[in-house]
């Protein structure tokens, strides 16, 4: 059985004086990681003890764990520094042309937006599609409309940052196949806390900024990019080591023109190394631990605000078992007051879209969150 006990003593000692949700805007750090990243910035320092070869195997090393978290292959990877360049890369990159349409789901995060948006200066549409009465994307919809064949692309969140509305990727998967429509995920707030399988369910791109559920440093993260679609897809921006052989530094100007066939092609070195020696730091761990391992923890976790909810008939704007994750969003009538007494009482939560946004991790307890929603019940 997993001790997360241990776990929470040993990796997260802070948690003796803070209940901390809001793994879904800042994860924290490991202990493990944070001196991962203090070693690496101290060989830094002095950068004679970093050798080139300890550089690049980082990286080598960060790919690997990345493909395993959602049972890629490393060559399918690229790293990248946040979420943002992964939308932007299959923005930008993906064979789209004048009159296409990009569908994604109205109440998106804007990361998953803007870099769609800004494709209207080529004459490429975004439509946001209607979310249902509760405010969670319309999969029927989606479904239905991504058989319009000038639909090009649906862009998703797999879990949503204000509603924890997680899609049912299994479905828009095999729809997207049918239609030979382009799916591109954001799997920001989902990787780390639920498992994913992307032979089993595929998608075309899966961007990912480690920052948040794999409480990576700030700088971490990469994009998936399905090995059939790679060698397809140019890089909208173009690094320095994104061509066969250019890891060979004795003849960097021979400007070698063709372009790696992995996923190395859309990588925009130099990369924080320090952040990803530290990412893999945090990524072994919860693969260690088990992602599913982790899932499970965190139903237990989250139960006792969801009884207390049941209980006193308070809505929550997230949703309950497979559409839903570890994130709950709760409606109260005062979000000011409950926020307030929240971290009066030592609880760091957030507020998103009108709601109280508790999003707890693999650190968190159950007897925390029974705290919790006693807490809230005062500000009822
Ligand atoms: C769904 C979603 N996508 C992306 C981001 C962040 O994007 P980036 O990693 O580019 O900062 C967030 C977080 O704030 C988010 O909730």
Redesign the pocket.
């Known amino acids: 059985m997993t001790d997360f006990t241990h776990i929470r003593c040993e990796e997260f000692p802070w948690t003796a004086e803070a209940v901390y949700l809001n793994a879904?805007?800042i994860g924290p750090l490991p202990e493990r990681t944070r001196r991962a990243v203090e070693e690496f910035t101290r060989l830094r320092a002095a950068p004679h003890r970093l050798p080139d070869r300890t550089l690049f195997a980082t990286l080598a090393e960060s790919r690997r764990l990345a493909a395993r978290l959602i049972n890629a292959e490393p060559e399918e990877i690229a790293l990248a520094?946040?979420?943002?360049?992964?939308?932007n890369l299959a923005a930008r990159s993906l064979p789209l042309e004048r009159g296409d349409l990009v569908l994604a789901s109205d109440r998106?995060?804007?990361?998953?937006v803007y870099p769609w948006m800004a494709l209207a200066e080529r004459g490429i549409g975004l439509e946001l599609a209607p979310t249902t009465p509760d405010g969670w994307p319309d999969e029927d919809f989606l479904v239905e409309r991504i058989a319009d064949p000038r639909v090009r692309v649906l862009a998703v969140?797999l879990?949503?940052?204000?509603n924890s509305y997680t899609v049912n990727l299994a479905r828009l998967s095999a729809a997207a196949r049918a239609t030979g429509t382009f799916l591109v995920v954001?799997a920001?707030?989902a990787l780390g806390q639920m498992p994913v399988d992307v032979r089993a369910t595929p998608v075309d791109l899966l961007?990912?900024?480690a920052?948040?559920w794999l409480l990576s440093p700030w700088g971490s993260?990469f994009v998936y990019v399905r090995r059939e679609l790679l060698r397809a897809l140019p890089p909208a921006d173009v690094g320095w080591l994104a061509y066969e052989g250019t890891d060979d530094f004795t003849r960097l100007t021979r400007y070698e023109p063709t372009l790696r066939s992995d996923g190395r092609r859309f990588e925009l070195v130099t990369l924080p190394f320090q952040d990803f020696a530290g990412m893999n730091a945090s990524v072994g761990l919860l693969l260690e631990l088990g992602i599913e391992t982790i899932r499970r923890h965190l139903a237990e976790v989250t139960a006792p605000v969801l009884e207390w909810a049941d209980r006193r008939g308070v809505r929550l704007a997230s949703p309950r078992g497979p559409r839903g994750s570890a994130i709950l969003c709760v409606e109260l009538p005062d979000v000011g007051t409950a926020y307030r007494k929240l971290r009066e009482a030592g609880v760091f939560a957030t507020v998103r879209e009108g709601s109280i946004r508790l999003s707890p991790h693999l650190y968190n307890t159950p007897e925390e969150l029974a705290r919790v929603a006693a807490v809230l019940d005062g500000a009822l």
């Open positions: 879904a805007g520094t946040n979420t943002s360049y992964g939308i998106e995060f804007p990361a998953n969140s879990t949503q940052f204000s954001d920001i707030q961007a990912c900024g920052q948040k993260g």
